[in-house]
């Protein structure tokens, strides 16, 4: 099972296998509206994760994910 960047309260990787078994199978985009640890766009594939939009209201937290987005090597 996938394990989060950062653990949040509310966290949602016990729920994985319930949300990917709602996802249409031909989905296009991956929508994450409360990124939170980001356990759900990390479960996808990173062929799947090219088209995603990852939101959160967190400012920090963006900040944390911009952060490795850009600099990968650094984790």
Excluded: W
């Excluded at 409360?34 to 963006?62: M, T, W, Y």
């Amino acid at each position: 099972m996938t394990k989060p960047l950062i653990k949040r309260v509310g966290g949602k990787r016990h729920m994985l296998p319930l949300i990917h078994s709602s996802i249409p199978k031909k989905h296009r985009r991956i929508i994450e509206p409360f990124a939170g640890g980001g356990v759900i766009f990390s479960s996808f594939e990173k062929k799947q994760r090219k088209n995603a939009v990852v939101n959160d209201l967190d400012p920090h937290l963006i900040s944390v994910y911009r952060v490795v987005r850009d600099n990968p090597q650094s984790m």
